[in-house]
C-alpha cells in the first residue's frame, strides 16, 4: 500500500506546505483577488500552528439570546509535536468576540491580538504529551442572516414565535463564536465535549451523546455532550429550543446504531411520518455504498434547525420542509422528476458523515471531496429505490446547473472556497469515473475503501486522485485536471465523412482522452483524445443526429 493511503494526519503540513507551491493551474485561471496577510495567517499552517497538536476540545458556552451575545470557554489539550518551536501559540477568534483570560497549570497567561489572530505566550518548556490551555471569552459573535452559507450564530424564532437558536459556519470556521486552531487539518484526536447552559424552559443538544443534564439554580440547565472521535472545528456545534426526542435503533453493519431525532415538537407527527423513514433508507443504502457509518461510538442524531441543513458530526441539521424533493418546495433542480423520490437534504446531510466528518479535506479550497460525495450519495440512493436508470437520469439532469464561473479547486493556504460547482461538477467527475469503470462492485469497493483506509482522517485531492486510479487500475490524471483544475467543459468535434465518424476533444487540456460512448458507435467506446480519429458509424440511419451517452459532462459540435 501507498504511504499516501496510509498518511496520518498529523504529518499533513508535508503535503500543505507543498500544495502551497502547486496547483499553479488552478490558481491562474481562479477569479483571483490578492491574499491579505490575514488570509495567510488564517488559512496556512504558520509557526504558531504547526508546533502543537489538539487532542481535545473541552467546549462550554452560554448564550444570551436577548443580547445575542456568549460567553464561554475553551479548554485545548495538546501536544508538542516539536520541541524546538515558536514562543507563541496561535489561536483564532473573530471580532468582535475577545479573549478575556487564559491558564495554564492555574498561572495566567499574556497573549496579544492581531485582528481575529491571537498569540498566547507560552514556556518553551513543556511536556510532549497532555499539555491543556484554558480560554476564557465572551461578546457578541457574528451573526448569521443567510445560514448555513454567511456563517456564525443563528438567533431564530419556531414558528409559534419561541427563541431556536444554532450556529453555522463551515466556509469561515468555528473561529466565529469559539476560541480554536481554525484550521481543517489539524482534528482533535480524541473528540470533543460541550456544555451549553440555556434558559430551564429549552433543551439544548449538542455533538455526539448526552453526558450530562443539570439544572442550576438560576433557572438555567447545562446539558453536556461528548464525540470520542476526532471532529473538525466547524463541525462542533449547538442547538437550543423547544426540542422532544424520538430514539430508534438500526441494525446496521457494525450492530445497533443509536438514532436520535430532536425534533421541535409540533413537527413530532411529520418526523414520525417522514424524517425517520427517509433516515432509515438513506443510511441502508450508504451503508451499502460508502462502508458501515462512522461513527457508531457517537450515535447518530439529527435535530431540527433554523436553516436548510448543515453536516454537523452526529448532530446533523436538518431544516427542510418535511417533503421529498430538492427544495423546500418539493421541487427537482434536476427537472426528471426523480428528484422528488427522496427528501435531498436528508440524504445529502447524512452522506456528509462518510466523505466530509468522517474523510474531511484537510484545505477548503478541496471541498469538493465533501460536496461531489455527497452528491453521488443522493444519486446512488435514487438508484437503489427507483433503479440504475433513474440515478443516472437524475444525475445527467443536474450536469445544466454547473455554471463553469471557476475552476473547482481553489487556491490553497488562504482559506479560499472554490466554486459552487464543487457540488455538482465534483459529483459529475466522480459519475463519470463510476461509468468508465463499468464495474458495480469495484467501484463500490472503492468507495468503501476510501472510508475505511482514509478512516477519520484529512485528506489532499491528490490523496484521492491517487487511491481511485490505483485500486480501479485506470489512471484519471486527465480527468481530474480537466474538471477540478480548469473550468473549460471539453467539446467532442466531428465529422461525417463516407459513413466515417471523424472525432477529436477540443476546448480541453492537451492529455484530455476521457473514453465515452455515443449512440452512433453501438456498444463500442470511443476513446478521444485531441487528434483526429475516425470509426465506423452504426445506427446512423435509425438516429440520424449524433449523441453522447447521457452520463458524460461533455458538449457535442458538429464542423465540416
Not at 320 to 348: P, Q, R
Not at 508 to 513: I, L, P, T
Not at 524 to 551: C, F, G, M, R, Y
Amino acid at each position: 500500500m501507498q504511504l499516501s493511503f496510509i498518511i496520518n494526519k498529523k504529518t499533513v503540513f508535508l503535503f500543505i506546505l507543498n500544495l502551497l507551491f502547486c496547483s499553479v493551474e488552478a490558481q491562474q485561471n481562479a477569479a483571483l483577488r490578492t491574499p491579505t496577510k490575514h488570509d495567510t495567517l488564517n488559512g496556512s499552517i504558520t509557526p504558531e500552528r504547526i508546533w502543537w497538536d489538539i487532542q481535545h476540545y473541552a467546549l462550554s458556552v452560554k448564550p444570551d439570546y436577548l443580547n445575542k451575545s456568549i460567553t464561554g470557554k475553551n479548554e485545548i489539550e495538546y501536544n508538542v509535536t516539536n520541541s524546538k518551536h515558536s514562543d507563541l501559540m496561535q489561536i483564532d477568534l473573530v471580532s468582535p468576540l475577545k479573549i478575556d483570560s487564559v491558564f495554564q497549570k492555574g498561572k495566567k497567561i499574556e497573549y496579544t491580538q492581531d485582528q481575529n489572530i491571537w498569540y498566547l505566550k507560552l514556556p518553551q518548556k513543556q511536556t510532549s504529551k497532555n499539555n491543556k490551555i484554558l480560554i476564557y471569552y465572551s461578546g457578541k459573535p457574528t451573526e448569521s442572516i443567510k445560514p448555513p452559507w454567511d456563517g456564525g450564530l443563528v438567533w431564530a424564532k419556531d414558528s409559534l414565535n419561541r427563541p431556536l437558536i444554532s450556529v453555522a459556519c463551515q466556509y469561515k470556521g468555528a473561529s466565529l463564536w469559539y476560541p480554536c486552531k481554525n484550521t481543517m487539518y489539524d482534528e482533535p484526536d480524541k473528540g470533543a465535549s460541550i456544555s451549553i447552559t440555556v434558559p430551564d424552559t429549552l433543551i439544548a443538544i449538542g455533538n455526539g451523546r448526552l453526558i450530562s443534564q443539570i439544572k442550576n439554580r438560576d433557572n438555567t440547565a447545562t446539558y453536556k455532550w461528548a464525540v470520542k472521535n476526532p471532529i473538525s472545528h466547524y463541525g462542533i456545534s449547538f442547538y437550543a429550543g423547544k426540542y422532544v426526542n424520538i430514539s430508534q435503533t438500526f441494525k446496521g453493519e457494525n450492530g445497533k446504531l443509536d438514532m436520535d431525532f430532536w425534533i421541535l415538537d409540533y413537527n413530532k407527527p411529520k418526523a414520525e411520518s417522514h424524517l425517520i423513514p427517509g433516515t432509515i433508507t438513506a443510511i441502508k443504502s450508504l451503508e451499502h455504498w460508502f462502508g458501515p457509518y462512522p461513527f457508531y461510538e457517537d450515535g447518530f442524531k439529527i435535530v431540527d434547525a433554523p436553516y436548510i441543513g448543515m453536516e454537523h458530526q452526529s448532530a446533523i441539521a436538518y431544516g427542510g420542509a418535511y417533503k421529498n424533493g430538492t427544495n423546500k418546495k418539493g421541487g427537482d433542480i434536476s427537472n426528471t422528476g426523480w428528484g422528488k423520490k427522496t427528501d435531498k437534504i436528508i440524504v445529502h446531510e447524512i452522506s456528509h458523515e462518510w466523505f466530509g466528518n468522517n474523510i474531511t479535506a484537510i484545505d477548503i479550497a478541496d471541498r469538493w471531496i465533501q460536496e461531489g460525495f455527497a452528491g453521488l450519495g443522493e444519486e446512488l440512493v435514487i438508484a437503489d429505490l427507483q433503479g440504475r436508470k433513474a440515478g443516472n437520469e437524475f444525475m445527467a439532469g443536474r450536469f445544466r446547473t454547473i455554471q463553469n464561473d471557476k475552476p473547482v479547486i481553489a487556491r490553497y493556504g488562504i482559506n479560499e472556497d472554490g466554486s459552487n460547482d464543487n457540488y455538482v461538477k465534483g459529483w459529475a467527475v466522480l459519475h463519470m469515473i463510476g461509468t468508465i469503470i463499468n464495474d458495480d462492485d469495484k467501484f463500490r469497493k472503492i468507495l468503501r475503501g476510501l472510508n475505511h483506509d482514509f478512516h477519520n482522517k484529512t485528506v489532499t485531492t491528490r490523496e484521492i486522485e491517487s487511491y481511485i486510479s490505483t485500486k480501479s487500475g485506470i489512471n484519471f490524471d486527465y480527468l481530474f485536471d480537466q474538471y477540478l483544475r480548469t473550468d473549460k467543459v471539453p467539446v467532442l468535434e466531428y465529422k461525417l465523412k463516407n459513413d466515417q465518424l471523424i472525432y477529436r476533444y477540443t476546448n480541453c487540456n492537451e492529455n484530455f482522452a476521457m473514453p465515452i460512448k455515443t449512440n452512433w458507435s453501438g456498444d463500442k467506446w470511443l476513446n478521444p483524445s485531441t487528434s483526429w480519429q475516425s470509426l465506423q458509424a452504426v445506427n446512423k440511419e435509425s438516429t440520424p443526429d449524433l449523441k453522447i451517452d447521457i452520463n458524460f459532462y461533455i458538449r457535442l459540435q458538429k464542423v465540416e
